[in-house]
């Protein structure tokens, strides 16, 4: 990966989840959410939530595990679970870097997403899956 994309996700990073960790809201959050884990020889790599109302929520793989499926097989374990749970809608506010994903999955744009933080402004996109 070229070092200004490199960069640019740096700092993106350091704006998304600024430091110090607010680790209590995480803890609780965590515990209402009980987010998917991505486990591999005792290593959490992966792990994306998914709430009551199809909205998938905190999806992440650590980027040394980024191209081995492993995004791919929590969205399809999340797609099999709401299904499931009788949701007829997902939706989710997609990363640049992992629209391209969600588009294999069919889901649909539904907006372009400018988020202020700073001097900063961060971009995602709306993306819907209809499984009916």
């Not at 350091?14 to 110090?20: D, N, R, S, V």
């Not at 515990?31 to 792990?47: C, R, S, V």
């Not at 949701?87 to 990363?95: F, G, P, Q």
Request: glycine letters at 4%; a positive charge; charged letters at 20%.
């Amino acid at each position: 990966m070229p070092l200004i994309i490199q960069s640019i996700l740096v700092l993106k990073k350091k704006l998304w989840a600024p430091l110090p960790i607010p680790y209590e809201h995480w803890q609780k959050r965590l515990a209402e959410t009980k987010p998917f884990l991505y486990i591999f020889d005792d290593t959490l790599i992966g792990f994306i939530e998914l709430l009551p109302t199809g909205y998938i929520d905190c999806f992440y793989v650590k980027p040394e595990y980024q191209g081995n499926s492993v995004g791919k097989n929590l969205l399809i374990y999340v797609i099999k679970m709401a299904e499931s749970n009788g949701i007829k809608t997902l939706t989710v506010n997609a990363s640049i870097i992992v629209k391209p994903l969600f588009e294999k999955f069919n889901f649909v744009l539904k907006s372009k997403n400018e988020h202020r933080r700073g001097n900063e402004i961060l971009i995602n996109y709306t993306m819907s899956l209809s499984l009916i």
